[in-house]
């Protein structure tokens, strides 16, 4: 399978303890972006990668969301200190680089579906 | 700032009818791109059709086209012969074109309608 990739699929946390979710691109792909969706809600956005740099980031990610691309590859999306109201699914998605022939487009992978209790 | 706007929670159609998903948008540029995107049940996104502002033509793929009408400010999917499969969250999203000065790269989503197709 060459989609983009999220791991875990599914995770169940206790208030206050961290997460990190692990999100692997298309393979030649060099943008990525993170989006969180609430149940009944369209995805919004949260961060953007272009290779290994951080360009965008939403209002929504408070202090407790920390993203990073380090290699310009795989992405983490970690949130510290969880609360109930940070469950949600947390989606990836990639584009190719600009200049190809998709690059305003975004490939999503399945997701990772936060609960926490 | 944009908004999308799709104003239909809940859409039902017959197995082989046709079906027509609204969705408004507001922005003050010229040149923008609008995507549908489906989401099964099993929860991962696929694009269906995107349309370039600048395009006067109305984009189609296969059982899909859309009605894009620029000073409207409207994007609605029709699905034509619909099928069971079709049954999923539909999501209209807008997004800025790469070559926008201080570009966003992000997707703006609509709250999404729920489309049930009846066998």
């Known amino acids: 399978d060459t989609g983009v990739s999220q791991d875990p699929r599914h995770k169940i946390t206790k208030r206050g303890q961290n997460v990190t979710f692990r999100c692997d691109p298309i393979?030649?792909?060099?943008?990525l972006y993170w989006y969180r969706q609430t149940l009944g809600q369209g995805p919004e956005f949260l961060t953007y990668f272009q290779n290994e740099a951080q360009l965008e980031k939403s209002r929504l990610l408070s202090d407790r969301f920390s993203a990073e691309r380090p290699k310009g590859s795989f992405s983490t999306l970690e949130i510290q200190r969880t609360e109930q109201g940070d469950s949600a699914m947390y989606l990836c998605a990639s584009s190719p680089p600009l200049g190809t022939l998709l690059h305003n487009e975004q490939f999503f992978g399945p997701g990772t579906r936060l609960t926490v209790l | 700032a944009q908004t999308v706007t799709q104003s239909q929670p809940e859409m039902s159609v017959q197995e082989a009818e046709t079906v027509t998903l609204s969705c408004t948008y507001d922005?003050?540029?010229?040149?923008?791109?609008l995507f549908w995107y489906k989401q099964p049940p099993s929860r991962q996104m696929i694009l269906v059709i995107r349309?370039?502002?600048?395009?006067?033509q109305n984009a189609t793929e296969n059982r899909f086209s859309v009605n894009f009408q620029k000073a409207a400010k409207s994007f609605s999917l029709k699905i034509s012969d619909s099928q069971l499969g079709d049954a999923a969250m539909y999501f209209c999203?807008?997004?800025?074109?790469?070559?926008?000065?201080?570009?966003?790269?992000?997707?703006?989503f609509g709250t999404g309608t729920l489309l049930a197709v009846q066998p």
């Open positions: 999203a807008y997004k800025h074109p790469l070559h926008y000065g201080g570009a966003t790269n992000k997707l703006i």
């Open positions: 349309q370039e502002a600048y395009k006067q």
């Open positions: 922005t003050s540029e010229s040149d923008y791109y």
């Open positions: 393979s030649e792909h060099n943008r």
